[in-house]
């Protein structure tokens, strides 16, 4: 400000501070990594057309809007070959499994559903059982609801099993009015307690009719009749949810719509009624400026852009969002499934450098997913359903082998699960047949590789294993079980746990 008033003597401080903002504004503007798409139109408009731009340096085109650029081709952008050496990247795979998550706010979905948009969404926002209420989720609303939300499948999970142990004080203190001595805070008391507005047996008695039943199975339909659709992310960590919440819901379907981060939203699923493991996201041109480092077998760090990616390749997504300055590598692994007019459509595969190896194999953690999900199918002739896994490659003894660490619970209510030993070692063998042709070779023919191993874990011990992420710092609201751990900590507590173990019986066939 002295530099200025220097050279504008006259000036009032209202104009020097507005010389100094747009001094600050042009600059950034010299550093910025992208300019604004043109609008399209019409429908059938390519959603990507461009002016040509440098997406490292100065802007050499321009438009009539003020979102963000991609080039038309790679005429006028070059690619950095060395990623170590440019300075700008923001390299979020070191921060573990949390830097990059996925996203999902509301969405206009309801539209695909009969009723879908004559209702209520109930949205939980989930962050650890300890600061959740008995009387936090808003049953009265229930002949209204026609979706429930969460950012994350686990959220939803964890809601339900929350409830599940504590319905009998909620419906204690809807029934009485009030909620119970032991949560202090007064804030929350005087909420909770204008929301219920004095004692309410009816409902009450609702809720205690579909809770006190011998199993949950279809919870969500039950307590919520008119619910068409649940939302939330089931993608990705989040997918081994999906049985669970299959089972919670009555197979009610499941809506995965929006593919996004801390940093950006990326893109959109076109297509909501599609199974889990079948969505796609288009990739919206006009959220951040994206590009993407090839990220199949052999490729030299090789960068292309949006417009320039190829069908069944595999990428990392580098972005630059509006605060530019910081170009982002998210860490997940993605492949173009396709197109949405010019836009690309992505599958999430995994996030970077997520693997198993005791030998030469290296197992990602597609691999592991792919396996477990053919490992639940086996769990549905049983009572048992899988509420939690995570896992790790033990080199301890010889031969090495992989260790899945498994929190069952019974589809009946019950505070004892029965285990089926025959069950369990299938469940072992089809992971094993499930594993790449090298992890299979390895184990049958070079004897390198040991049996699979599932040891199943306490009730509560992945609540546990979330307290100690907390602990240390990890978000609340964002945390997702690790599919796979390399914590002494984390190991620790799994295995002070553990209930019993069983192994593959037999070796995969190559």
């Keep these: 400000m002295a530099e200025l008033r220097m050279t504008h003597r006259h000036a009032t401080e209202d104009e020097l501070r507005q010389l100094r903002d747009n001094g600050f504004a042009a600059w950034l503007r010299s550093y ?50 060395d990623l170590e050496n440019v300075q700008l990247v ?67 999970v964890g809601a339900i099993t929350f ?155 580098l972005i630059t969002n509006y605060y530019g300055l910081h170009r982002y590598r998210m860490g997940d692994i993605l492949q173009v499934s396709g197109f949405y007019n010019d836009a690309p459509q992505f599958r999430f595969v995994r996030r970077k450098n997520v693997a198993l190896s005791v030998s030469l194999e290296v197992t990602t953690e597609e691999d592991i997913l792919k396996a477990l999900n053919n490992a639940t199918l086996v769990l549905k002739s049983s009572d048992l359903v899988l509420m939690g896994f995570t896992c790790y490659a033990d080199i301890s003894t010889l031969p090495g082998h992989y260790i899945f660490y498994w929190e069952l619970k019974s589809k009946t209510i019950s505070d004892i699960v029965k285990l089926d030993n025959k069950v369990l070692v299938e469940c072992c063998c089809v992971m094993e047949e499930s594993l790449c042709a090298l992890y299979r070779e390895l184990r049958s023919k070079d004897g390198s590789i040991g049996a699979l191993e599932i040891r199943v874990v306490q009730q509560e011990t992945f609540n546990s294993l979330m307290e100690l992420a907390i602990s240390q710092g990890a978000s609340p609201s964002q945390y997702k079980t690790p599919i796979c751990i390399n914590s002494s900590e984390a190991s620790a507590v799994l295995e002070s746990n553990v209930l019993a173990c069983f192994f593959s019986d037999k070796s995969p066939t190559l």
């Design 90 to 156: 923001e390299n979020l795979t070191v921060f573990g499994h949390d830097a990059g998550v996925h996203s999902e706010p509301e969405a206009e979905v309801g539209g695909h559903f009969e009723g879908g948009q004559k209702g209520k969404a109930l949205t939980l926002f989930f962050t650890r059982p300890q600061s959740t209420t008995p009387c936090g989720l808003p049953i009265s609303t229930s002949d209204e609801v026609v979706n429930v939300t969460a950012t994350f499948a686990s959220s939803l």
């Design 163 to 317: 409830l599940e142990s504590y319905w009998k004080e909620m419906c204690s203190n809807i029934r009485n009015g009030h909620v119970s001595e032991w949560i202090t805070d007064l804030s929350c008391r005087d909420a909770v307690t204008n929301i219920l507005g004095g004692g309410n047996s009816e409902l009450a008695d609702r809720i205690e009719k579909e809770c006190n039943t011998k199993s949950w199975e279809g919870i969500f339909t039950r307590l919520w009749p008119k619910v068409k659709f649940i939302q939330s992310t089931v993608t990705g960590q989040n997918s081994q949810c999906i049985p669970m919440l299959e089972f919670y819901s009555n197979n009610v379907p499941l809506i995965s719509t929006v593919y996004a981060s801390s940093e950006t939203m990326f893109g959109i699923n076109m297509n909501p009624f599609c199974k889990p493991q079948d969505v796609s996201y288009t990739f919206i041109p006009t959220l951040s400026y994206f590009e993407f480092i090839l990220a199949d077998e052999g490729n030299k760090g090789e960068i292309v852009d949006l417009v320039n990616v190829k069908i069944g390749s595999y990428y990392e997504p």
């Design 32 to 81: 910025v990594c992208y300019i604004s798409y043109p609008r399209v139109t019409y429908r059938d408009d390519p959603w990507v057309t461009v002016t040509q731009i440098n997406p490292r340096g100065r802007v050499d085109g321009t438009s009539d809007d003020d979102e963000p650029l991609q080039p038309e081709s790679t005429s006028n952008a070059q690619a950095v070959e």
